[in-house]
Protein backbone atom coordinates (compact mmCIF):
# COMPACT_ATOMS: atom_id res chain seq x y z
CA UNK A 1 0.00 0.00 0.00
CA UNK A 2 0.43 3.52 -0.29
CA UNK A 3 2.13 3.92 -3.62
CA UNK A 4 2.72 7.66 -4.99
CA UNK A 5 3.11 7.58 -9.07
CA UNK A 6 4.80 10.84 -11.25
CA UNK A 7 4.63 11.49 -15.14
CA UNK A 8 6.45 11.63 -16.52
CA UNK A 9 9.43 10.26 -15.29
CA UNK A 10 11.93 11.79 -17.25
CA UNK A 11 11.20 15.46 -19.97
CA UNK A 12 13.83 17.08 -21.98
CA UNK A 13 11.84 20.78 -23.13
CA UNK A 14 13.47 23.65 -24.61
CA UNK A 15 13.91 26.72 -22.77
CA UNK A 16 10.80 29.03 -22.41
CA UNK A 17 8.15 26.16 -22.75
CA UNK A 18 6.63 24.90 -19.90
CA UNK A 19 6.32 21.40 -18.45
CA UNK A 20 3.97 19.78 -16.42
CA UNK A 21 4.25 17.28 -13.69
CA UNK A 22 1.79 14.94 -12.30
CA UNK A 23 1.86 13.14 -8.85
CA UNK A 24 -1.05 10.29 -7.85
CA UNK A 25 -1.72 8.57 -4.42
CA UNK A 26 -2.75 5.26 -6.00
CA UNK A 27 -4.21 3.52 -2.95
CA UNK A 28 -5.00 6.38 -0.51
CA UNK A 29 -6.41 9.77 0.02
CA UNK A 30 -3.54 12.26 -0.05
CA UNK A 31 -4.93 15.14 2.00
CA UNK A 32 -1.29 17.16 1.56
CA UNK A 33 1.27 16.93 -0.85
CA UNK A 34 4.24 18.00 -1.05
CA UNK A 35 6.53 19.25 -3.38
CA UNK A 36 10.67 18.90 -3.46
CA UNK A 37 13.34 19.89 -6.10
CA UNK A 38 17.05 17.97 -5.45
CA UNK A 39 20.28 19.26 -8.24
CA UNK A 40 22.74 16.79 -7.89
CA UNK A 41 25.16 15.93 -4.87
CA UNK A 42 22.59 17.78 -3.10
CA UNK A 43 19.51 16.93 -0.63
CA UNK A 44 16.02 17.83 -1.39
CA UNK A 45 14.54 21.16 -0.84
CA UNK A 46 10.96 21.57 0.10
CA UNK A 47 9.11 23.64 -2.63
CA UNK A 48 5.62 23.81 -1.77
CA UNK A 49 3.01 22.10 0.06
CA UNK A 50 -0.67 21.74 -0.80
CA UNK A 51 -3.83 20.78 0.33
CA UNK A 52 -6.39 19.56 -1.60
CA UNK A 53 -8.99 22.43 -2.91
CA UNK A 54 -6.84 25.25 -0.91
CA UNK A 55 -3.56 27.06 -2.21
CA UNK A 56 -0.08 25.76 -1.75
CA UNK A 57 1.98 27.36 0.63
CA UNK A 58 5.20 27.99 -0.97
CA UNK A 59 8.69 27.81 0.51
CA UNK A 60 10.74 30.94 0.96
CA UNK A 61 12.82 31.70 -2.38
CA UNK A 62 10.03 29.64 -4.22
CA UNK A 63 8.42 31.53 -7.21
CA UNK A 64 4.88 30.50 -6.87
CA UNK A 65 4.24 32.12 -10.46
CA UNK A 66 6.91 29.87 -12.02
CA UNK A 67 6.05 26.80 -10.25
CA UNK A 68 2.15 26.57 -10.72
CA UNK A 69 0.90 23.66 -8.35
CA UNK A 70 -2.37 22.31 -8.49
CA UNK A 71 -3.95 19.55 -5.77
CA UNK A 72 -7.66 19.44 -7.17
CA UNK A 73 -8.47 16.02 -5.44
CA UNK A 74 -7.46 13.52 -3.30
CA UNK A 75 -4.92 11.73 -5.50
CA UNK A 76 -3.67 14.29 -8.11
CA UNK A 77 -1.71 17.04 -7.71
CA UNK A 78 0.28 19.05 -10.38
CA UNK A 79 3.32 20.96 -10.87
CA UNK A 80 3.86 23.02 -13.75
CA UNK A 81 7.40 24.75 -14.41
CA UNK A 82 6.37 27.56 -16.65
CA UNK A 83 8.78 29.39 -18.89
CA UNK A 84 11.07 26.65 -17.85
CA UNK A 85 15.37 27.58 -18.13
CA UNK A 86 18.39 25.33 -17.73
CA UNK A 87 18.81 26.48 -14.11
CA UNK A 88 15.75 24.46 -13.72
CA UNK A 89 17.20 21.36 -14.60
CA UNK A 90 16.55 19.37 -11.67
CA UNK A 91 15.32 16.00 -10.50
CA UNK A 92 11.85 17.22 -8.90
CA UNK A 93 10.06 14.57 -6.19
CA UNK A 94 6.55 14.78 -4.69
CA UNK A 95 5.07 13.00 -1.72
CA UNK A 96 1.71 12.42 -0.55
CA UNK A 97 0.80 12.16 3.47
CA UNK A 98 -2.81 10.95 4.31
CA UNK A 99 -2.52 7.27 4.24
CA UNK A 100 -1.10 7.28 7.92
CA UNK A 101 -0.14 10.49 9.76
CA UNK A 102 2.85 11.86 9.73
CA UNK A 103 4.52 9.37 7.04
CA UNK A 104 5.37 10.88 4.10
CA UNK A 105 4.66 8.26 0.55
CA UNK A 106 7.03 9.67 -2.17
CA UNK A 107 6.64 9.97 -6.25
CA UNK A 108 9.82 8.06 -7.87
CA UNK A 109 11.09 11.36 -9.17
CA UNK A 110 10.79 13.21 -12.67
CA UNK A 111 14.13 14.52 -14.08
CA UNK A 112 13.76 17.60 -16.29
CA UNK A 113 16.06 18.74 -18.13
CA UNK A 114 15.76 22.08 -19.88
CA UNK A 115 18.25 22.39 -22.94
CA UNK B 1 12.90 23.20 13.99
CA UNK B 2 14.39 20.80 16.30
CA UNK B 3 17.67 19.59 14.29
CA UNK B 4 19.10 16.44 13.46
CA UNK B 5 23.25 15.06 13.26
CA UNK B 6 24.28 12.22 11.35
CA UNK B 7 27.67 10.94 10.01
CA UNK B 8 28.18 11.32 6.77
CA UNK B 9 28.60 8.29 5.71
CA UNK B 10 28.98 4.70 6.74
CA UNK B 11 30.29 1.29 5.61
CA UNK B 12 29.17 -2.16 6.57
CA UNK B 13 29.77 -5.25 4.77
CA UNK B 14 27.27 -7.85 3.22
CA UNK B 15 24.85 -10.15 5.64
CA UNK B 16 26.51 -8.07 8.79
CA UNK B 17 24.21 -5.58 10.93
CA UNK B 18 24.24 -1.59 10.83
CA UNK B 19 23.71 0.56 12.81
CA UNK B 20 23.26 4.47 11.61
CA UNK B 21 22.86 7.06 14.80
CA UNK B 22 20.93 10.02 15.15
CA UNK B 23 21.60 12.93 17.39
CA UNK B 24 18.61 15.19 18.34
CA UNK B 25 19.36 17.36 21.42
CA UNK B 26 16.89 19.89 20.77
CA UNK B 27 13.77 16.95 20.17
CA UNK B 28 10.67 18.12 22.02
CA UNK B 29 7.92 16.01 23.90
CA UNK B 30 6.00 15.82 20.80
CA UNK B 31 8.64 15.37 17.98
CA UNK B 32 8.41 11.88 16.30
CA UNK B 33 11.68 10.47 14.54
CA UNK B 34 11.23 9.44 11.14
CA UNK B 35 14.05 7.74 9.19
CA UNK B 36 13.64 8.08 5.25
CA UNK B 37 16.31 6.54 2.94
CA UNK B 38 17.10 7.49 -0.69
CA UNK B 39 18.65 4.86 -3.34
CA UNK B 40 20.19 6.02 -6.40
CA UNK B 41 17.89 7.87 -8.61
CA UNK B 42 14.85 7.04 -7.21
CA UNK B 43 12.62 9.53 -4.59
CA UNK B 44 13.08 8.89 -0.82
CA UNK B 45 11.46 5.77 0.80
CA UNK B 46 9.96 5.81 4.47
CA UNK B 47 11.50 3.66 6.20
CA UNK B 48 10.67 3.40 10.43
CA UNK B 49 9.89 6.25 11.99
CA UNK B 50 8.98 6.50 16.59
CA UNK B 51 8.26 8.70 19.36
CA UNK B 52 9.26 7.07 22.81
CA UNK B 53 9.55 3.01 22.63
CA UNK B 54 11.47 1.33 20.18
CA UNK B 55 10.32 0.51 17.19
CA UNK B 56 10.25 -2.66 14.73
CA UNK B 57 9.20 -3.36 11.11
CA UNK B 58 10.28 -5.69 8.79
CA UNK B 59 12.89 -3.02 7.29
CA UNK B 60 14.39 -1.82 9.88
CA UNK B 61 13.98 -1.35 13.81
CA UNK B 62 14.51 1.88 15.80
CA UNK B 63 16.18 2.02 19.02
CA UNK B 64 15.17 5.32 21.18
CA UNK B 65 17.06 6.50 24.03
CA UNK B 66 15.57 6.80 27.09
CA UNK B 67 15.98 10.63 27.20
CA UNK B 68 15.22 10.84 23.52
CA UNK B 69 18.04 12.88 22.29
CA UNK B 70 19.05 10.17 19.98
CA UNK B 71 18.29 7.33 18.17
CA UNK B 72 19.74 4.39 15.72
CA UNK B 73 18.33 2.94 12.86
CA UNK B 74 19.42 -0.51 13.05
CA UNK B 75 19.57 -2.99 9.76
CA UNK B 76 19.78 -6.27 10.88
CA UNK B 77 21.41 -7.61 7.55
CA UNK B 78 22.57 -5.21 5.25
CA UNK B 79 22.42 -6.14 1.45
CA UNK B 80 23.70 -4.76 -1.15
CA UNK B 81 19.91 -3.41 -1.74
CA UNK B 82 20.62 -1.39 1.45
CA UNK B 83 22.83 1.27 0.04
CA UNK B 84 21.41 4.03 -0.07
CA UNK B 85 21.49 7.83 1.75
CA UNK B 86 19.18 7.55 5.06
CA UNK B 87 17.48 10.61 6.09
CA UNK B 88 16.97 10.93 10.27
CA UNK B 89 14.19 13.74 10.00
CA UNK B 90 11.79 15.12 13.11
CA UNK B 91 9.29 16.78 11.39
CA UNK B 92 7.59 19.51 12.30
CA UNK B 93 4.45 19.51 13.98
CA UNK B 94 1.52 22.27 13.90
CA UNK B 95 0.09 24.76 11.93
CA UNK B 96 0.52 25.22 8.42
CA UNK B 97 3.99 23.22 8.75
CA UNK B 98 2.23 20.29 9.85
CA UNK B 99 4.12 17.29 8.56
CA UNK B 100 6.85 18.91 6.53
CA UNK B 101 9.97 17.66 6.32
CA UNK B 102 13.32 19.13 5.99
CA UNK B 103 15.87 16.71 4.65
CA UNK B 104 19.88 17.20 5.26
CA UNK B 105 22.93 15.72 4.15
CA UNK B 106 22.06 12.43 5.30
CA UNK B 107 24.19 9.39 6.43
CA UNK B 108 25.58 7.58 2.80
CA UNK B 109 25.28 3.86 3.94
CA UNK B 110 28.05 1.82 1.57
CA UNK B 111 27.29 -1.67 1.63
CA UNK B 112 30.49 -3.97 0.93
CA UNK B 113 29.66 -7.38 -0.88
Known amino acids: GAVVSQHPSWVICKSGTSVKIECRSL??????MFWYRQFPKQSLMLMATSNEGSKATYEQGVEKDKFLINHASLTLSTLTVTSAHPEDSSFYIC???????????FGPGTRLTVL | DAKTTQPNSMESNEEEPVHLPCNHSTISGTDYIHWYRQLPSQGPEYVIH???SNVNNRMASLAIAEDRKSSTLILHRATLRDAAVYYC??????????????FGQGTILTVHP
Open chain 2, 89 to 102: ILPLAGGTSYGKLT
Open chain 1, 95 to 105: SASGGEPDTQY
Open chain 1, 27 to 32: DFQATT
Open chain 2, 50 to 52: GLT
